[in-house]
């Protein structure tokens, strides 16, 4: 609120509406963004940690969590059964790391 473009917007008689929707909210765009890229990478690893534990989503309802967990009853034998749905995971988060890495340098924010 003490920018310059902010101070001009209020000497040349702007409402409360035109500061948020004209000057404040375009630049804060994309630096919310970027930050809700990168924290969609932990909400996938924590709704999974939370069903891998039993506490998540119950069966029958697929979940990478669930999924990884009955797997790893079948280990050594089966592998796979846990380790494609871990892979799963770690593709979705690593995606939307690398999202939000990319709209940072693209928007150059500084977080």
């Given at each position: ?70 797997g790893s009853e ?38």
């Open positions: 609120m003490n920018e310059e473009y902010v101070e001009a917007a209020r000497v040349a008689g702007a409402s409360h509406a035109h500061f948020l929707f004209r000057e404040l909210l375009p630049n804060c765009f994309s630096a919310v963004a970027v930050k809700t890229s990168l924290d969609a990478g932990f909400v996938i690893l924590s709704g999974a940690a939370v069903s891998f534990l039993g506490l998540g989503v119950q069966p029958p309802t697929p979940d990478l969590g669930t999924m990884v967990a009955s079948n280990l050594p034998d089966m592998w796979w059964q846990a380790a494609m749905p871990g892979l799963a995971i770690l593709c979705a988060i690593l995606g939307f790391n690398l999202l939000g890495d990319g709209l940072r340098d693209m928007l150059h924010v500084a977080l």
